[in-house]
Nanobody
Framework: QVQLMESGGGLVQPGGSLRLSCAASGSIFSIDTMDWYRQAPGRQRELVATITSGGSTSYAHSVKGRFTISGDNALHTVYLQMNSLKPEDTAVYYC??????????????WGQGTQVTISS
């Protein structure tokens, strides 16, 4: 069993910054990739940023240059630094992991989500 716990969401004015964190715990053998997704009301969940165990990162076009994904401790903790925030960044942000565990074939894990609201 694996748990992903997000934190760091909140209400910020346009142009502000937030840092999201995601902590992975449980019967983890290895973490291959960790991602941040977001879902705004009435819209599909979209991939925001990805980091691999090798340290490679990738970003959605809409956040490139403003958001930075990073990780510590073999990706057991992952961060999303969000700068120059815009109202259209408002969404629930979810942490997702491609994780190999002890005693299970499951690899796909999600956190519960954290609300990010950008408003003046």
């Amino acid at each position: 069993q694996v748990q992903l716990m997000e934190s760091g969401g909140g209400l910020v004015q346009p142009g502000g910054s937030l840092r999201l964190s995601c902590a992975a715990s449980g019967s983890i053998f290895s973490i291959d990739t960790m991602d941040w997704y977001r879902q705004a009301p009435g819209r599909q969940r979209e991939l925001v940023a990805t980091i691999t165990s090798g340290g490679s990162t990738s970003y959605a076009h809409s956040v490139k240059g403003r958001f930075t994904i990073s990780g510590d401790n073999a990706l057991h903790t992952v961060y999303l630094q969000m700068n120059s925030l815009k109202p259209e960044d408002t969404a629930v942000y979810y942490c997702h992991g491609d994780i190999t565990t002890w005693g299970s074939d499951d690899r796909d894990y999600w956190g519960q989500g954290t609300q990010v609201t950008i408003s003046s």
